[in-house]
């Protein structure tokens, strides 16, 4: 038995890349504080009438062989409104730009990204969501990617849907709220 298992254990870390379980989630779950323009917590808001403190966040990784798939889901938040959401480079921060520009798969030469070439929900991960009449909601985004080590930080809730149309595409106004996410 032992040496079944010391063979599947070692074809399993030919295909699989360093550091990477076939199947792991990461789930982050948190309430949203509100951002003091000093270090971030966990999950931030910038607008506590959009993203009141004390509303809820949970997002989900799931990785496999085929990609990746991201799930948002928001509990307290503005009712019956449409957010932008969109996974970033960098973590979130004090204030609403600190997370810096959305995670691209290919990514756009030029920056920020409105090339609908590149941004696109094929090339980044848009996670745009609907709330009910009680603040609550969920989305989800299936990719053909994995993020790269590091490049992938945190989700940030915008002011309305994304755009889509050359010079604007990507784009979901301000930045509401922000939440720290360890993606794989």
């Known amino acids: 038995m032992s040496m079944l298992v010391s063979a599947l254990t070692a074809s399993l870390a030919v295909v699989l890349p360093l550091g990477v379980v076939a199947g792991q ?33 949970t997002v989900t990784e799931r990785v496999d062989g085929d990609g990746t798939r991201v799930e948002l889901r928001l509990h307290g938040v503005a009712a019956s409104r ?16 600190d997370s810096g520009p959305h995670y691209q798969d290919a990514v756009d030469p030029q920056q920020p990204s409105t090339n609908p070439a590149y941004a696109n929900p094929l090339n980044e991960t848009w996670l745009d969501i609907t709330t009910d009449g009680h603040g609550d909601g969920a989305s989800a985004s299936t990719l053909a990617w994995r993020y790269r ?21 990507g784009t979901a106004g301000t930045r509401l709220a922000c939440i720290n996410v360890p993606f794989e």
């Open 149 to 169: 080590a590091g490049e992938a930080r945190s989700v940030v809730i915008h002011e309305h849907a994304t755009h889509t149309g050359p010079g604007t595409a």
């Open 25 to 57: 989630d990461v789930t982050v779950e948190n309430a949203f504080r509100a951002a003091d323009g000093r270090l971030a917590h966990q999950a931030v808001t910038f607008d506590g009438k959009a993203v009141p403190a004390g509303s809820k966040v």
């Open 82 to 97: 449409t957010f932008g959401a969109h996974v970033h480079r960098k973590p979130c921060g004090g204030k609403p730009n």
